[in-house]
């Protein structure tokens, strides 16, 4: 699997992966049901193994929706971002002293 | 420049990146100066258009320090990456439909 170069890249990552899924369709600016469902399905295939789907990717959506306006803007896809990384600190926290890049 | 492949690897890299150099000296859970220094210099190339150091460098640290023991702990640090991402997305919103990868 190819490597990240920089941190500069994954960061721009994070935030134009949010953009790209964004304009597919309806508001450019949010992520609809159908673009978070893709954007997880295809950008965090870890999920998969999760079984995210049907009432439980509707309780997912309704706990990033935090305005409940059915749809999930920058902010909330911010804070889950922000969730994940806690959840991989706390994975490979205890990780030999050179963690292989993921 | 390599891509990057999902999400999942670029938000490994901000955890591991943060992980890496936290383990060069010291305590092994938060960034020195010297460690920051190095972090920002590597990963974050295009930092250096910007000129940060000297006296900028240690206003920048008491900026990311917020409980002023002199080092970055890992909320410090999602909470500049936090406001780096804000800063891409500002940038990147009014582009064209698909921006490049970084």
């Known amino acids: 699997m190819e ?19 964004c304009r597919k369709e309806g508001d450019r600016n949010t992520l609809s049901k159908a673009e978070l469902r893709s954007l997880l399905q295809n950008e965090l295939p870890s999920l998969q193994t999760l079984q995210i789907k049907g009432r439980a990717f509707e309780e997912m959506l309704t706990l990033l929706d935090t305005d409940q306006d059915g749809e999930v803007n920058f902010e ?27």
Chains 1, 2 share one sequence.
């Open 76 to 102: 909330e896809y911010i804070r889950f971002v922000a969730a994940a990384f806690t959840f991989f600190h706390l994975y490979f926290r205890d990780a030999p002293v050179v963690q292989p890049r993921v």
């Open 3 to 21: 490597q990240l170069r920089t941190l500069e890249q994954a960061l721009g990552e994070v935030v134009c992966t949010f953009q790209r899924y």
